[in-house]
């Protein structure tokens, strides 16, 4: 089993429809998690970066942590056809750099 | 430049082949890092560089891969006597030190035939 576990669709949605994402993980010292967007043949770009529980929106994105069931979730608010891209959870110990990464969810989002 | 610069974007190698791969770091990120991305997977760690010292090397998946920061900069990827295992994008980070993001290439796509 992996760490970190990510369903990796693909997903399809109509524009303006609500988004969610999700990943689950098995290491109970992650304390850092993150949300990085990614485009075809691009690098990842950081999306949302949390520490610990709780809820953090930025704009249409709102990342939710659930330390207690080892569970993080990514909502995309009236999504976009600008927001189809492979999405990508990542999460680390802390006191270590190294990011472990979900396989990635691909999201089409058809105008 | 004002991202992370690596080259070449693509390479093809023959079986057997050394390559390669270069990343050219955001000015002034001290912290470097070297990712692995194999068709439809999330990236892998492979190693980590802070300054010239790699403090992380426990992804590296065995003795033909070796990387390479001399002078704090630029960084090296080398990968010795490829296999077509190898095939994947590498993808090279660097790390802003206050907030601790993760800056990404675009990657290098290696492809051994």
């Known amino acids: 089993q992996k760490e970190v576990e990510q369903d990796p669709g693909p997903l399809s949605v109509p524009e303006g429809a609500i988004v969610s994402l999700n990943c689950t993980y098995s290491?109970?010292?992650?304390?850092?998690f993150m949300w990085y967007r990614q485009y075809s043949r691009k690098g990842p770009e950081l999306l949302m970066y949390?520490?610990?529980?709780g809820n953090k929106e930025d704009g249409r994105f709102t990342a939710q942590v659930d330390k207690s069931s080892k569970y993080i979730s990514l909502f995309i608010r009236d999504s976009q056809p600008s927001d189809s891209a492979t999405y990508l959870c990542?999460?680390?110990?802390?006191?270590?750099?190294?990011?472990?990464f979900g396989k990635g969810t691909k999201l089409t989002v058809n105008p | 430049g004002a991202g992370v610069s690596q080259s070449p974007r693509y390479k093809v190698a023959k079986r057997g082949q050394d390559v390669a791969l270069r990343c050219d770091p955001i000015s002034g990120h001290v912290s470097l890092f070297w990712y692995q991305q194999a068709l439809g997977q999330g990236p892998e760690f492979l190693t980590y560089?802070?300054?010239?010292?790699?403090?992380?090397k426990s992804g590296l998946p065995s003795d033909r891969f070796f990387a390479e920061r001399p002078e704090g900069s630029v960084s090296t990827l080398k990968i010795q006597r490829t296999q077509q295992e190898d095939s994947a994008v590498y993808l090279c980070?660097?790390?802003?030190?206050?907030?601790?993001?993760?800056?990404f290439g675009e990657g290098s796509r290696l492809t051994v035939l």
């Open positions: 560089f802070q300054n010239e010292a790699q403090l992380d």
């Open positions: 990542a999460m680390r110990r802390g006191g270590s750099e190294k990011l472990v």
């Open positions: 949390t520490y610990s529980s």
């Open positions: 980070a660097t790390q802003r030190l206050n907030t601790g993001e993760l800056f």
């Open positions: 290491n109970s010292a992650f304390q850092y």
